[in-house]
């Protein structure tokens, strides 16, 4: 029977289980669905679409290029489907089990529901260490995600034989309603990008991923930059660890860097499905606080005016807005930065995660919900369970940027400001303000007294009786379990584990 194989965010032909089972049955139809509802849910964005759309093109030439023809069709999924039965008859549905957000589990659910009111077998394969359903054991998770990465990947299937359909044009940004940023994604996205993207940190820019990757400056080539790879499944998950698992075996013991950044970086890998896990087991969590006695902290709705300086880059504190503008004009940035303006957002301008969230999400070309939604609550303190980490904008600044480099190159409104100001500028008299830098705002709040407010907030609920039951139910359900001595073996630093949490 034919073999409808949906391509989702798994946009490659290698590695990819669904393609496989469908390969050894029968003739395949490869299908991309574009959903306008998807488009116009608030935490997408033109940026993604851009990548997405650049990825689907890709994909496209990759089937092209085996003899095939990729099917695109705009609709709601239930609605394709059915018109592709109308057309071409049964036919069984294969898909990797989408990890998403609300919405497209939602949407899940009704191509389900209309596959068995059709008589339609849907299969889904398992792409990421991630299991479906709310009751994981946590206790076995480690293993079993070590389990299915050592899995051969798997080869592009050497017999395709393809149906073909007719296809819809991608649509362009607008024609979805998305605005248009100006951001350049085309020449980032697909299969090729990906391997060589992979080829060039492993060989190449990533020996002193551990000491550089927390730098706005160092972190752009040190760190990997294979998220939106993986976020859209130009790459997968076992094959990047697979090939730096490869990498670290023919390193000899004296390339002590290239070992400890590659041991941080496959701890990483772990952590991207660890992070997932978390939304997919709670899936809430996208809204709502895993220690439900953080709902309601933080007003809702946010400050309008504080949630536009944030995301404008007009706080007035400059390493915050230089990682913020730079963010808006590239969609990436570094890990440490990205937790920074979430603890600035939440603890200096008080702001619900969720809004703050929303905004971050639009400009991460990489969004993944399961990694966003767990980092945001994290990173505001509102999981119960993690350490309360504030970070100073003026100390991150000195260490992350000494020179004032970053903040010269994003803040040009500052270039003339001496470095002894640079990162403090309120410091500077009236007057010279006015000479040095009249178009830059100022601080939009104190960060010592916004700091102490929100320390206070969150220890006066954290020391109650319930919060401690909340933290032990939160860990119960969430926490990693792999062992410390594991993670010592694997090398990973004391402050990472707390994050592992
Ligand atoms: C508030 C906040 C929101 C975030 N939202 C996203 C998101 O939407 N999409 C996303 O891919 N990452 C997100 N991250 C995690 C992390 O910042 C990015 O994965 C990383 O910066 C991407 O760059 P890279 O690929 O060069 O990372 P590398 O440091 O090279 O890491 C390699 C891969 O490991 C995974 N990874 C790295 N750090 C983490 C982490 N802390 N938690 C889980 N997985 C991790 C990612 O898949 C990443 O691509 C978020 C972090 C924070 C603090």
Known sequence: MLQVVWFKRDLRLEDHAALCAAAIRDRILPLVIVEPDYWRQPDVSARQ???????ITDLGEAIAAKGGRLCIRVGDAVSVLSAIK????????????????????????????????????????????????????RDRWAQAW???????????????????????????????????????VVPLAGRAQALATLHSFLHERGEHYTREMSSPLSGETACSRLSWHLAYGSLSIRETLQAAQARYRELPLSEKAWRQSLRSFIARLHWH?????????????????????????????ADAAKLAAWSEGR???????????????????????RAMLMSFASYDLWLHWQESGLVLARKFIDYEPGIHWPQCQMQAGETGINTIRIYSPVKQGYDQDPTGVFIRRWLPELADVPDAWLHEPWKLTEEDRERLCPDYPDRIVDHAAAA????????????????????????????SRKRTADRKRAGVKADQLKLAL
């Open 49 to 55: 679409w851009n990548f997405w759309r650049a990825c």
């Open 315 to 337: 706080t007035g504190y400059p390493f915050i807005d230089a990682a913020m503008r730079y963010l808006n004009a590239t969609g990436w940035i570094n890990f440490r930065m």
């Open 452 to 479: 102490k407010f929100a320390k206070d907030a969150i220890y006066a609920l954290r020391r109650k009786p319930e919060a401690r039951a909340e933290a032990k139910a939160v860990v119960q359900k969430h926490g």
């Open 86 to 137: 109308a057309e071409h008859g049964p036919f069984v549905l294969r898909a990797h089990e989408e990890t998403g957000n609300e919405w497209t589990f939602d949407r899940d659910k009704a191509v389900r529901r209309w596959c068995k009111t059709e008589g339609i077998a849907f299969e889904e394969n398992r792409q990421f260490g991630v299991w479906r359903g709310r009751k994981v054991n």
């Open 273 to 301: 499905c660890h992070f997932i896990q978390k939304l997919e087991s709670e899936p809430e969590a996208e809204y709502r606080p895993m220690a439900r006695i953080y709902d309601g902290l933080r007003p809702r709705p």
């Open 146 to 184: 070590d389990r299915m990465m050592a899995m051969p990947a798997q080869p592009v299937p050497p017999l395709l034989m393809w149906e073909r359909s007719v296809t819809d044009n991608l649509p362009d940004a607008a024609e979805l309603g998305l605005t248009e940023d100006g951001v350049q």
